[in-house]
């Protein structure tokens, strides 16, 4: 992955073109507005438009029980992880990624050219005071929670840390959750992209202490500066729907579950959880996997070595129970097993 073309994000758009079963996709289809009545009200919209920006920090604020001044608005999941770096950046002397990890966690200190490190020992890792921890939870790509990963770290605050919890959603609480508050010198983030299925709209969140999301704030006029009036806007009104969105993914994503659950166990596959996220990890059986798969039977997936992750691929599940189905039957026939 030397190469600056050599990505995740490229494989994914390269690939998706002639495939005809696709795994790659982490995130809920683009929401349909039109059956949650989420529509625009002009007049509404052009008086809140001076006050966008701070009538979503309140609405996300409200949702997480905390402060709006602990609120930073985003465009998307992306621009969190860059402002998020930044901070890390210049408040330690290295950031260390726990792998395997989301690309962009590790790709971005690297290429904007911040000290950083990898680490794959997870449960002997040795920080030193000058360094921070930057990862996901669930962890992206193999679904596993912060503190079944790394079971010390909630209990260990003396590192600066960052947690993307872009997939905490789909463990369906009934409020939103957040380890923000739960460890001391840690902030989190968030985007609307993957659970809301609203990516176009590019619309996230960090939250952290009020110092912290001063001091972010002005590192993001080095990125966007603000957030869309309009993506705000709309944002706040599916949040406005979340009860209704949440149980309506929860149906689709349990019963694809389900039905993972049995392929997996039929095919006799080594992965990682299936419950927590919107994808799980399934480790190869020394055959080349994710190429050979989309050659020979049109399914894409993310191959391991885009999350520095051990030999298999990354298989994504937010799809029509229909579809996926038929996609897994492809699947086992690049296994034999069908």
Same mark, same amino acid.
């Given at each position: 992955?030397?190469?600056?073309?050599?990505?995740?994000?490229?494989?994914?758009?390269?690939?998706?073109?002639?495939?005809?079963?696709?795994?790659?996709?982490?995130?809920?289809?683009? !929401?349909?507005?039109?059956?949650?009545?989420?529509? *625009?009200?002009?007049?509404?919209?052009?008086?809140?438009?001076?006050?966008? +920006?701070?009538?979503?920090?309140?609405?996300?604020?409200?949702?997480?029980?905390?402060?709006?001044?602990?609120?930073?608005?985003?465009?998307?999941?992306?621009?969190?992880?860059?402002?998020?770096?930044? /901070?890390?950046?210049?408040?330690?002397?290295?950031?260390?990624?726990?792998?395997?990890?989301?690309?962009?966690?590790?790709?971005?200190?690297?290429?904007?050219? %911040?000290?950083?490190?990898?680490?794959?020992?997870?449960?002997?890792?040795?920080?030193?005071?000058?360094?921070?921890?930057?990862?996901?939870?669930?962890?992206?790509?193999?679904?596993?929670?912060?503190?079944?990963?790394?079971?010390?770290?909630?209990?260990?605050?003396?590192?600066?840390?960052?947690?993307?919890?872009?997939?905490?959603?789909?463990?369906?609480?009934?409020?939103?959750?957040?380890?923000?508050?739960?460890?001391?010198?840690?902030?989190?983030?968030?985007? =609307?992209?993957?659970?809301?299925?609203?990516?176009?709209?590019?619309?996230?969140?960090?939250?952290?202490?009020?110092?912290?999301?001063?001091?972010?704030?002005?590192?993001?006029?080095?990125?966007?500066?603000?957030?869309?009036?309009?993506?705000? /806007?709309?944002?706040?009104?599916?949040?406005?729907?979340?009860?209704?969105?949440?149980?309506?993914?929860?149906?689709?994503?349990?019963?694809?579950?389900?039905? !993972?659950?049995?392929?997996?166990? *039929?095919?006799?596959?080594?992965?990682?959880?299936?419950?927590?996220?919107?994808?799980?990890?399934?480790?190869?059986?020394?055959?080349? +996997?994710?190429?050979?798969?989309?050659?020979?039977?049109?399914?894409?997936?993310?191959?391991?070595?885009?999350? =520095?992750?051990? +030999?298999?691929?990354?298989?994504?599940?937010? *799809?029509?129970?229909?579809? %996926?189905?038929?996609?897994?039957?492809?699947?086992?026939? /690049?296994?034999?097993?069908?």
């Amino acid at each position: 992955m030397d190469g600056i073309h050599d990505n995740v994000f490229r494989w994914i758009l390269d690939h998706n073109k002639n495939c005809k079963h696709v795994f790659s996709g982490s995130g809920m289809p683009f !929401l349909d507005l039109e059956k949650y009545h989420i529509e *625009m009200d002009e007049r509404e919209f052009q008086s809140s438009v001076p006050h966008m +920006d701070e009538l979503f920090r309140e609405r996300v604020a409200e949702l997480y029980g905390i402060g709006s001044d602990q609120v930073l608005p985003t465009a998307g999941g992306s621009e969190a992880i860059q402002v998020a770096s930044l /901070y890390l950046s210049r408040n330690s002397n290295r950031i260390v990624v726990p792998v395997p990890e989301y690309e962009p966690i590790y790709r971005v200190p690297s290429y904007y050219g %911040f000290n950083f490190r990898t680490e794959p020992d997870l449960q002997g890792m040795k920080l030193s005071p000058e360094e921070s921890l930057s990862f996901t939870s669930p962890n992206n790509p193999t679904g596993i929670e912060a503190g079944e990963r790394m079971p010390w770290f909630l209990e260990d605050s003396k590192n600066l840390a960052f947690v993307d919890e872009t997939f905490m959603e789909f463990t369906f609480p009934q409020k939103p959750v957040t380890l923000f508050g739960k460890r001391e010198n840690m902030f989190t983030s968030t985007t =609307m992209t993957k659970f809301y299925g609203i990516g176009p709209f590019r619309v996230g969140w960090l939250m952290g202490e009020r110092d912290a999301i001063r001091e972010m704030s002005e590192y993001r006029f080095l990125s966007t500066g603000s957030s869309s009036a309009l993506s705000l /806007y709309f944002a706040m009104k599916v949040l406005e729907r979340r009860e209704q969105i949440r149980k309506d993914v929860m149906s689709m994503v349990q019963k694809n579950r389900k039905t !993972l659950k049995s392929w997996l166990e *039929m095919m006799n596959l080594q992965h990682t959880s299936i419950d927590t996220a919107s994808f799980t990890y399934i480790f190869n059986k020394g055959r080349e +996997d994710a190429s050979e798969m989309f050659r020979k039977h049109s399914v894409l997936v993310v191959p391991g070595r885009y999350f =520095m992750a051990q +030999d298999g691929y990354r298989l994504c599940y937010l *799809m029509p129970e229909e579809k %996926f189905s038929e996609g897994l039957e492809e699947l086992g026939r /690049y296994y034999g097993g069908l």
